[in-house]
Structure formats: C-alpha cells, structure tokens
C-alpha cells in the first residue's frame, strides 16, 4: 500500500555470475543513512527514482574503468529505454535489444527479474511476521503500519538477501529460456528437440534479425 518506490538495476551473465545492485531512490541522502559508512548495494538518486542518463553514464564508465584494471573484455546486452545512453567504452561493447522484444529475447525478463521480486516479498513478509511477534500487548501494529517502517537502508538489505538467493542454475535456465545456447546448460535442455538455438556460427546481428 505504501507509494514508496525504488529502481533496481539487475546486471548478470551467461554463467550466472551476478552483478552488485544499483539501487535508485528519490532522496539523495536519507535520514537512514546517517553514521552508515558502508551499503550493502550501490545507492544513486533520481527526482523520480528512476534510471537517467546521467546515472547510466557514471555506472558504465566506472564498470569499463574496473575492467581495464582486470583486462577483461563484455559484450552487454541492453533493453531499449531511453535512459540507457549509447556511452563510448573501451573495455564493453553494448548490444541493444530491439523494441518491444523484451518479453521474448531479454534473459532478465525470463524469471530472473520476478525470482529477485518474490525473494524480496518473502522477506519483506518475514519481517512483518516477526515485528507483529515481538510487539507487545496492547502496543500492536497492523502489518500495513509495520510495512511502513521498512526504511531504504533495509530495502538494501532485504534486497541483497533476496539478489543472494537467486541462484546460478535460475539464470542459467533464464538466459537458455531466451535462446542463449551455453555450455553451462543442462544437457537435457541442449538436447531438446523443442529448443530452437541459433547456429554457432551466427552472429549477433543475425541472431537479432
């Protein structure tokens, strides 16, 4: 019920190896922030809480930066918005997906999204179980009223709990729901008749068209 909202950027690959959060509010500097030296997310701030330019910008050229330190080279797979600007890049090379596939060939968009949302709900649920127990007699609480005390600091954290449980076999199976063909699947699903994989030889380009 509460109006409070938060943008979640989910980064992740093939392998199942995820990326930390970035998480965007309103506030620039909540009040629950105050004394707190270290985020178990990245923390940025929007007048909407919304993904800009700007954010999108200083979150890729400090990911190309950390890159070059460890000599690596990505391909980065990006939904069409109009926040994700087309940023020039050493180290990553961007890939958008075309219009109003997201549904259809975007792997966040498969399960992994909606696993990170339910394990977040589920801890969100768990701590109004757990309030409503600890309050006292004649002192108690709706859990709509304890919902509201989920301050931004403890989204980040029932956020990072919930990001931790999605596994490595959920995006895995997520990214070969999108006809992502790896050799980190199950056999069983390589092996599916059903399964429509583009040849290896393909190019990305190609696999787009």
Known sequence: MAKDR???????NMAGSK??????????????FKNVKTFPTE???SRNAWMTSQIWTNQLQNWDLQLCKENKKILLLVDNCSAHADVPLKQIQMMFLPPNTTSLIQP?????????????????????IEKIYESVEGDTKSANEIAHEISVLDALH????????????????CWG???????FQDRAVEDAEDVDMPPGDMTKDDFLQ
């Open 6 to 12: 938060l943008t979640v950027l989910v980064c992740n």
């Open 19 to 32: 990326s930390r959060l970035l998480v965007i509010g309103k506030s620039k500097q909540p009040r629950c």
């Open 43 to 45: 923390y940025r701030s």
């Open 108 to 128: 966040c968009d498969m399960g992994i999204i909606r696993a990170l949302k339910a394990h977040a709900r589920h801890e969100i649920r768990c701590r109004i």
């Open 158 to 173: 029932i956020l990072t709990t919930s990001w931790a449980k999605v596994t490595a076999k959920c995006i895995q199976n």
């Open 177 to 183: 729901k999108a006809k992502f063909k790896t050799k």
